[in-house]
């Protein structure tokens, strides 16, 4: 297991201009596709998977909640 890893590590170093490249396109990508919900008439949220860990998990339901109903609690 250990031996994959580092296979995995090292050969991910070896593609760093790549990452580099595919991770800015994927913002720019994030960034158009934003735009385009907005000019739709659309409010995006954007909730990242580490806010729906149990620690966070009802913090971010419920600024969502509120970030939908326009600050209306239960």
């Known amino acids: 297991m ?3 890893i580092v ?3 090292s050969y ?3 593609k760093t201009e790549w990452w580099k490249n ?9 960034i158009q596709k934003m735009e385009e919900i ?5 409010c995006p949220l954007v ?3 580490c806010e ?8 971010t ?3 969502v909640y509120l970030s939908i109903t326009g600050g209306e609690k239960l």
């Open 12 to 14: 991910l170093a070896q």
């Open 38 to 42: 907005v000019h739709l008439g659309w």
């Open 61 to 63: 339901l419920n600024s």
């Open 7 to 9: 296979n995995i590590i």
């Open 22 to 30: 595919k991770i800015s396109q994927t913002k720019e990508r994030d």
């Open 52 to 59: 729906l860990k149990p620690g966070k998990r009802e913090q």
């Open 2 to 4: 250990v031996m994959k």
């Open 47 to 49: 909730i990242w998977e």
